[in-house]
């Protein structure tokens, strides 16, 4: 059973940075798609950012580019989502996500495997 535990969020003034990871576990397949996804208060879920295991290829949002940068690190089995530059409009649950391949644009709908979410809060 695949199971995604994120980790890492808090609270930051705005231009700070926070460093989320994302812990998978029970995922069979050598390659497969992580993604980071978020939902602000009032507002529909939006994916962040995605990267395909095994292969590297990575996909951002437009709003996030240049600030954000997702990766894998092996060793640990973990998604990370660098988030720099934070602005207060970065505020929202942020999750991770997985699926068996990756497409673009990042969609909520191609990712059936969900983990519980890890708060971040940005003030101005």
């Known amino acids: 059973q695949v199971q995604l535990v994120e980790s890492g969020g808090g609270s930051v003034q705005a231009g700070g940075s926070l460093r989320l990871s994302c812990a998978a576990s029970g995922y069979t397949y050598r390659s497969y798609c992580v993604g980071w996804f978020r939902q602000a208060p009032g507002k529909e879920r939006e994916g962040v950012a995605q990267i395909a295991i095994g292969g590297g290829s990575t996909y951002y949002a437009d709003s996030v580019k240049g600030r954000f940068t997702i990766s894998q690190d092996n060793a640990k089995n973990t998604v990370n989502l660098q988030m720099n530059s934070l602005k207060p409009e970065d505020t929202a649950m942020y999750y991770c996500?997985?699926?068996?391949?990756?497409?673009?644009?990042?969609?909520?709908?191609?990712?059936?495997?969900w983990g519980q979410g890890t708060q971040v809060t940005v003030s101005s």
């Open positions: 996500a997985a699926a068996l391949w990756c497409t673009t644009p990042i969609a909520t709908t191609s990712f059936p495997y």
